[in-house]
């Protein structure tokens, strides 16, 4: 049998190699026999909860019978498994496991990975990706007992398995979340890349029999991705910019292979970052949603003024990776700022918390309040739909507006090899050795609790930061134009070349 090692929010692995029928069955008892100790422990937060889970698959190769094998060992644990009929997007499966009360919940999928992936990913009874002491748990747990299992059929008929479509329940919800009379009479004429990912046709069906065009792009089920991996990052986006040259839309939203991150185009298929998305996003949440006027009309010790109580006060929280622009938003409106490590885990136990406005990462993944703790591509496509209902003018000019007055911000990122028995020293030395400059502005602060953060007084900022599995080093930097972030990631591959390390 071979070894099977949980990641971040779950286990991943080439089909057919290590992701295997046999080995879903493995994690699956694993799974079910974790949960139902938690149901009994007086301590656990699911304690004398019903034994009822969610399962739900994206459209990868088998992931429906990957999902089905699943299934069939939580009915034969004594479990309720309520198994989705068809590929859905994981925060709807999320949204379902917070909505009907269940101990948790299962999502077949890799996500953005290649196509020869899967994966099995947890989602806990709040609605949000398990954090990573859940999944040593079930880790533990593996082959501890015999894989039991009933057969789909006779579940069925038994009522251990429950197939129903738990997107109704997520859409539902997702149209109180935003103002939906608004972007139902707004006219927008907007298109959707779906990446060939489970997203395809969401919001065609939410926008159905409203003044809204969607178009969707890249919507055909295709379990190689069209020949790329589904992750919203421009490479990706050759065939819609071609598409939205020659038909100009008001917007283009992108969703990745499982729907819970986003990207984006403008309408004529110029590349949004996730950083201006998320920016454009706060801006949505403090100023039109939060009542607030107009910065630029308010003296300094005033700004606050025309914010309601329904912002100030509520935390922004950003992973490491993300913008500075988003530093400097929530200085000027007085928000306090939470900085978390990279994975949007991080920014769910601070929403779990209460009180945030706002969370987000550099990869596209934003939660919001009254939802779930969880990222939701789809929820933040609808909300930016709103902030182009609301403000009625093109997303380049907000983008301006918004850098007119915090100033351009250019990110920049690389991956590169690198050893992992080298890793920890590296780290040691970069936090031990700090750099006096960055480019021309002196160093302001150190920051390393998830890799090495260097920040210039001028907020350019250089990052080194590990893969947790992988000989890869990643390198991220943000300056105030293309060729200082360039300039900065150089640096960056350099301070990794130091002749004690090779």
Same mark, same amino acid.
């Given at each position: ?308 109580? &329904?912002?100030?006060? !509520? ?5 490491? #990776?993300?913008?500075?622009? %988003?530093? +400097? *938003?929530? $200085? ?46 789809? &929820?933040?496509?609808? !909300? ?5 209902? #609301?403000?009625?003018?093109? %997303?380049? +000019? *907000?983008? $301006? ?102």
């Amino acid at each position: 049998m071979s070894q099977i090692k949980f990641g971040t929010d779950g286990w991943r692995a080439v089909i057919a190699e290590d992701f295997t029928f046999a080995n879903i069955a493995r994690v699956a008892q694993a799974t079910a026999d974790f949960w139902k100790s938690e149901v009994q422990s007086p301590k656990s937060k699911v304690f004398g909860r019903e034994l009822k889970v969610i399962v739900g698959f994206d459209r990868r190769f088998f992931s429906d019978r990957f999902a089905q094998t699943t299934a069939e060992v939580f009915a034969g644990n004594g479990f309720q498994a309520v198994l989705t009929p068809e590929p859905t997007p994981t925060p709807s499966v999320s949204f379902a496991v917070k909505h009907l009360n269940a101990v948790g919940g299962v999502m077949i999928t890799a996500s953005h990975n290649p196509p020869s992936f899967n994966g099995f990913k947890l989602k806990s009874h709040y609605g949000g990706s398990s954090d990573s002491e859940t999944c040593q748990a079930v880790e533990g747990f593996l082959d501890r007992n015999p894989v039991k299992s009933t057969p789909l059929a006779e579940a069925v008929k038994a009522r251990q398995i429950k197939i129903t479509d738990v997107r109704p329940a997520h859409y539902a919800a997702l149209k109180k979340l935003v103002d939906f009379k608004l972007i139902a009479k707004s006219k927008l004429r907007f298109a959707h890349d779906a990446l060939f990912g489970v997203g395809a046709g969401c919001f065609e069906q939410l926008l159905a029999g409203t003044t809204c065009k969607v178009t969707t792009l890249n919507g055909a089920h295709d379990v190689m991705f069209g020949g790329i991996n589904p992750e919203p990052i421009e490479k990706n986006y050759a065939k819609s910019q071609a598409y939205l040259k020659k038909h100009p839309h008001d917007l283009c939203l992108v969703t990745d292979g499982d729907a819970d991150r986003v990207g984006g185009m403008d309408g004529r298929g110029n590349y949004l970052t996730t950083h201006q998305i998320i920016c454009l996003l706060l801006h949505h949440f403090i100023v039109n949603r939060g009542s607030g006027r107009e910065p630029a009309l308010i003296p300094s010790e005033q700004k606050l003024s025309g914010l309601t109580s &329904a912002v100030t006060g !509520l935390r922004v929280v950003k992973a490491l #990776t993300t913008t500075s622009m %988003v530093d +400097k *938003m929530c $200085a000027f409106y007085g928000l306090p700022l939470v900085e978390t490590g990279v994975g949007f885990k991080y920014i769910c136990a601070e929403m779990l918390k209460g009180g945030v406005l706002l969370g987000a990462e550099e990869s596209g993944g934003i939660g919001f309040p009254n939802h779930i703790p969880e990222r939701d591509g789809i &929820a933040a496509g609808l !909300l930016l739909l709103e902030l182009l209902a #609301t403000e009625k003018v093109s %997303v380049n +000019k *907000m983008l $301006a507006k918004l850098e007119k007055q915090f100033g351009p911000h250019r990110y920049g990122r690389i991956d590169t090899h690198f050893p992992l028995e080298q890793r920890a020293a590296l780290m040691e030395f970069l936090k031990t050795n700090p750099p006096a400059k960055l480019l021309r502005s002196p160093l302001a602060d150190v920051k390393s609790f998830d890799g090495v953060k260097y920040v210039a007084e001028d907020s350019s900022w250089l990052m080194l930061r590990g893969s947790g599995t992988e000989p890869i080093l990643r390198i991220y930097a943000e300056a105030k134009s293309d060729a200082a972030a360039k300039k900065l990631l150089k640096l960056g591959v350099k301070l990794t070349q130091n002749k004690i390390f090779r």
